[in-house]
Nanobody, 121 residues
Framework: QLQASGGGLVQAGGSVRLSCAAS????????MGWFRQAPGKERDFVAA????????HYSDSAKGRFTISRDNAKNTVYLQMNSLKPEDTAVYYC????????????????WGQGTQVTVSS
């Protein structure tokens, strides 16, 4: 199971850190991803982190502003989001998969329930 948290209302230019706590599996062996879905739009890839804690992938919109990290001792993956823009407003989902970190959502086996991030202008 994955439990995402940390969303909320933030002003443009501000920062938010999302957390995703995992239970019931060997967390350290899973690659983790963050995706987001804005109203009326498809679910988009944001960032992914390999089980090795080293391999990362970011969407173009996330590069330079967002950082994905993990703490295996806490079974938690984080998404630090800085310099937020109104277009970052969405429900953010964490996901887990065995194998390498990838940006394709259909390759992920487990999903959290999502946390809303709203960026005001």
């Amino acid at each position: 199971q994955l439990q995402a948290s940390g969303g909320g209302l933030v002003q443009a230019g501000g920062s938010v850190r999302l957390s995703c706590a995992a239970s019931g599996h060997t967390f350290s062996s899973y690659s983790m991803g963050w995706f987001r879905q804005a109203p009326g739009k498809e679910r988009d890839f944001v960032a992914a982190l390999g089980w090795d804690g080293v391999t990362t992938h970011y969407s173009d919109s996330a590069k330079g502003r967002f950082t994905i990290s993990r703490d295996n001792a806490k079974n938690t993956v984080y998404l630090q989001m800085n310099s937020l823009k109104p277009e970052d407003t969405a429900v953010y989902y964490c996901a887990a998969r065995t194998g390498a970190a990838v940006g394709r959502s259909y390759l992920y086996n487990y999903w959290g329930q999502g946390t809303q991030v709203t960026v005001s202008s």
